[in-house]
């Protein structure tokens, strides 16, 4: 199989830091990336792994680790522009590219 | 930079009827996808492309072809088309090896 699973939604307050955990299952997985969609619109890429460890990009970071197949993105100093949808998405080797089913962030005053 | 341009934007269709979708990339990127996105649901892969010439089989392709005849271009048709079909349709593209991904403004087709 080469679906991921993460959380249908999720809801935090302005300011604070929020989690969104991917899990996927190894079979021919390259690496992990993660979109922003608000309203429908065209998806946005907000960052990538393709190594274990964390990486850094402003308020947004990613996190990967092979061994227990799971991701995360985490989205610090949160704004109420963060309220939107957010999806992890699996590289495969040979250049197949797999969405989960998005993680609705609410962010509240 | 234009990026990914899709055409048409929206689109109304009586069942039967066929149709082509265009997505045109002025990145030079190999990797090119289609996705349809159903309301409150994730993008699940139709079919995609890793060069000219090549397509693949995605989550989802029954129903539509594709072609990639040229490398800036990917085209996805719907041959019979039917009210299961209606939906957004999104076209990506990106680099070989690259985890980066660029989207077109998406496509919404109505088919009655």
């Known amino acids: 199989g080469q679906s991921l699973e993460q959380p249908s939604e999720v809801t935090a307050v302005e300011g604070a830091i929020v989690q969104i955990n991917c899990t996927y299952q190894?079979?021919?997985?390259?690496?992990l990336s993660w979109y922003q969609q608000h309203d429908g619109g065209a998806p946005t890429f907000l960052s990538y792994?393709?190594?274990?460890g964390l990486e850094e990009t402003g308020r947004f970071s990613s996190f990967l680790s092979r061994s227990d197949s799971y991701g995360y993105l985490l989205l610090q100093e949160l704004q109420m522009k963060d309220s939107a949808s957010y999806f992890c998405?699996?590289?495969?080797?040979?250049?197949?590219?797999?969405f989960g089913q998005g993680t609705e962030l609410s962010v509240k005053p | 930079n234009a990026g990914v341009t899709q055409t048409p934007k929206f689109r109304v269709l009586k069942t039967g009827q066929s149709m082509t979708l265009l997505c045109a990339q002025d990145?030079?990127?190999?990797?090119m996808y289609w996705y349809r996105q159903d309301p409150g649901m994730g993008l699940r892969l139709i079919h995609y492309?890793?060069?000219?010439?090549?397509?693949a089989k995605g989550e989802v392709p029954d129903g539509y072809n594709v072609s990639r005849l040229k490398k800036q271009n990917f085209l996805l048709g719907l041959e019979s088309a039917a009210p299961s079909q209606t939906s957004v349709y999104f076209c990506?593209?990106?680099?070989?090896?690259?985890?980066?991904?660029?989207f077109g403004q998406g496509t919404r087709l109505t088919v009655v």
């Open positions: 990506a593209s990106s680099y070989s090896g690259s985890l980066e991904a660029f």
């Open positions: 190894t079979s021919g997985f390259y690496g």
């Open positions: 792994n393709a190594l274990d």
């Open positions: 998405a699996r590289y495969n080797q040979g250049g197949k590219l797999i």
């Open positions: 990145m030079n990127h190999e990797y």
């Open positions: 492309s890793v060069g000219e010439g090549t397509t």
